[in-house]
């Protein structure tokens, strides 16, 4: 069955650590995004590509990185410059993100401080 | 600057009750599209239904059914007959043409039996 598969489910950061997280999609979808949620927020926009090699970032990228070096994959990196990475964050992708496109997403990585 | 405003933070209702969840939203541009998710408690969030802004026919699916109006900028989303699957948080999010998805803060439904 096609979908987007997040990995790890639950994750720790240690203080001044980075961590991946992992975003794999076999929908042969062209863009793909992570979103961070909090509670009482909802939905903020990380960073996104929209095609192998480039991304841009979007509403809260300070403390992030990724890399899109395949089609499939989206990996999102929470640095130690990132002071609150506690939250839930999500990843998602869809066609070519130009024309209003749906979102599919994948269940979600909760990060969480020790 | 596209936003969108979900005034209602939480919502219980007792089943078989009718809900209106409300959104508001605004864009300059004329050409943008409209969407509902529900995100049940395992976190993935579902896709329900997308509008695009030439497009203002209200629509219904089964129990759910939406009412897209431009005058109000408004997107509001109604379930019939409410069950308690129907618990979960609702998001309703705005896409311009050529950007990227934007949504709002989600509306927390309970159904209670």
């Known amino acids: 069955d096609g979908g987007i598969t997040q990995s790890p489910k639950y994750l720790f950061r240690k203080e001044g650590q980075n961590v991946t997280l992992s975003c794999e999609q076999n929908l042969n979808h062209d863009a793909m995004y992570w979103y961070r949620q909090d509670p009482g927020q909802g939905l903020r926009l990380i960073y996104y590509s929209q095609i192998v090699n480039d991304f841009q970032k979007g509403d809260i990228a300070e403390g992030y990185s990724v890399s899109r070096e395949k089609k499939e994959s989206f990996p999102l990196t929470v640095t130690s410059a990132q002071k609150n990475p506690t939250a839930f964050y999500l990843c998602?992708?869809?066609?070519?993100?130009?024309?209003?496109?749906?979102?599919?997403f994948g269940s979600g990585t909760q990060l969480s401080v020790l | 600057a596209q936003k969108v405003t979900q005034a209602q933070t939480e919502i219980s209702v007792v089943e078989k009750e009718d809900v209106t969840l409300d959104c508001v939203y605004e864009t300059r541009d004329t050409t943008y599209y409209l969407f509902w998710y529900k995100q049940p408690p395992s976190g993935e969030l579902v896709f329900l239904i997308r509008?695009?802004?030439?497009?203002?026919q209200n629509e219904i699916s089964g129990r759910y059914s939406w009412n897209f109006q431009k005058s109000t900028s408004s997107f509001n989303f109604t379930i019939t007959a409410s069950q308690v699957v129907d618990s979960a948080v609702y998001f309703c999010?705005?896409?311009?043409?050529?950007?990227?998805?934007?949504f709002g803060a989600g509306t927390r439904l309970t159904v209670k039996p």
């Open positions: 509008r695009n802004s030439f497009d203002e």
């Open positions: 999010a705005l896409s311009e043409a050529g950007n990227d998805m934007r």
């Open positions: 998602a992708s869809s066609f070519a993100g130009d024309r209003g496109e749906k979102l599919f």
